[in-house]
């Protein structure tokens, strides 16, 4: 029998109260006004998807430095995921996050979109933004909650980030390094 790594794709996002003005639909000539919060706090969400499972894992952390993102690392193998899929930050490639041995897969500089983490983030921020939070942990909160409906939903995530190119590559893999 072979053995099977459970590969995720991963990346982190700020959440923060600096709030965002987003493009919404109104009658022409009506002039829309969006609230905006300015507070200068935030929190990273460390995400890792497995699209072929629809499952999700998350884990909170202060900043993008090593030891914070080796927490997060921590976290998801203590979940199963065994590789990640992610960018070039210095953060993924710092000593202590090497020293945790997670088998990583560099994705292309300058392509977010192929990223299927990136998907659910631009899903959460439709979910959050356009609220004034009366701190950064409610606004945690309000995110805890999307994921938890998210997580609690593997068709709709698989759905949201399965991609027929990644299905693809997944089927061409050699038996000896199934990755699923």
Not at 86 to 99: F, I, K, L, T
Not at 125 to 150: D, F, H, M, P
């Amino acid at each position: 029998m072979i053995q099977e790594t459970r590969l995720g794709f991963a990346d982190e996002m700020r959440v923060g109260l600096i709030g965002q003005v987003r493009r919404i639909w109104a009658p022409r000539g009506l002039k829309v006004r969006q609230r905006l919060q300015m507070d200068r706090v935030w929190r990273y969400l460390a995400l890792a998807v497995d699209v072929r499972r629809g499952r999700v894992v998350w884990h909170w952390i202060a900043n993008l430095k090593g030891p914070a993102i080796a927490e997060a690392v921590r976290h998801w193998q203590e979940q199963g995921i065994e590789a990640v899929v992610w960018d070039g930050a210095s953060g993924h490639g710092s000593p202590e996050v090497q020293a945790l041995g997670l088998k990583t897969i560099r994705q292309p500089p300058y392509a977010p979109e192929l990223n299927p983490a990136e998907r659910l983030f631009e899903e959460l921020r439709g979910k959050i933004e356009w609220r004034l939070y009366a701190s950064i942990e409610e606004k945690v909160a309000a995110v805890e909650r999307e994921l938890r409906a998210l997580a609690a939903d593997p068709d709709r995530v698989k759905r949201l980030v399965g991609w027929h190119w990644i299905h693809q590559a997944y089927e061409r893999l050699p038996q000896m390094v199934a990755v699923s």
